[in-house]
């Protein structure tokens, strides 16, 4: 706990978890928090012992398409990242996701190189919850693309079990709040305030 208390969320994944169900944790926990953060700079750690058929034996069984998917959803909610690579040891599986996320983080949106002031105009206009259905819609493609998942019943119940953990947190300790007061005490202890 101490200074950390309040800054990190641990996604507990079945044993046995492929992309898809992987995925879901994602936008149905992982996601709308980060969302809610709203952070200015991300810092992307890919550790890819998560392979199906890493040596390491995680116990997942995750293919490169879900990193590039998870990726993307990075960037488009916080396009200032950096990423490293952390664990995994199956080469040819590594090799393929560092092609994948580099491919997503490299590849520049089309309205970027649209005029800036336009862009931001017709954002606005959008509206917010515009914006995160047509973003919600666009995690709901990929998944349709793997065959229209849908979990089964156990993983919907771990899913709700730590969304309501989560929710029950934050009527103390709200997600913004946390990383608000972890700066604060941060600075507070260095004496500058």
Request: with cysteine; glycine share 10%.
């Amino acid at each position: 706990a101490g200074k950390g208390k309040g800054f990190a969320l641990n996604v507990t994944v079945p044993k046995g978890a492929a992309d898809l169900e992987y995925y879901y944790l994602w936008i149905e926990v992982a996601l709308p928090q980060l969302k809610e953060f709203a952070p200015e700079f991300l810092f992307l750690s890919v550790g890819t012992d998560a392979l199906k058929g890493d040596p390491t034996e995680s116990g997942l069984c995750l293919t490169e398409a879900v990193f590039g998917k998870i990726s993307q959803d990075c960037k488009e909610l916080c396009p200032s990242m950096l990423c490293t690579l952390q664990g995994g040891y199956l080469a040819e599986g590594l090799w393929a996701v560092v092609q994948t996320v580099l491919g997503v983080l490299c590849v520049e949106r089309t309205d970027e190189t649209e005029n800036d002031a336009t862009h931001h105009e017709e954002e606005d206009q959008l509206g917010a919850a515009d914006n995160d259905a047509a973003k919600c819609c666009a995690s709901q493609e990929f998944l349709a693309e793997f065959g229209g998942f849908v979990p089964d019943k156990a993983l919907a119940a771990h899913c709700k079990s730590m969304q309501r953990a989560i929710q029950s947190s934050a009527k103390w300790w709200p997600v913004k709040q946390s990383f608000e007061h972890g700066l604060c005490q941060e600075g507070d202890a260095s004496g500058e305030g």
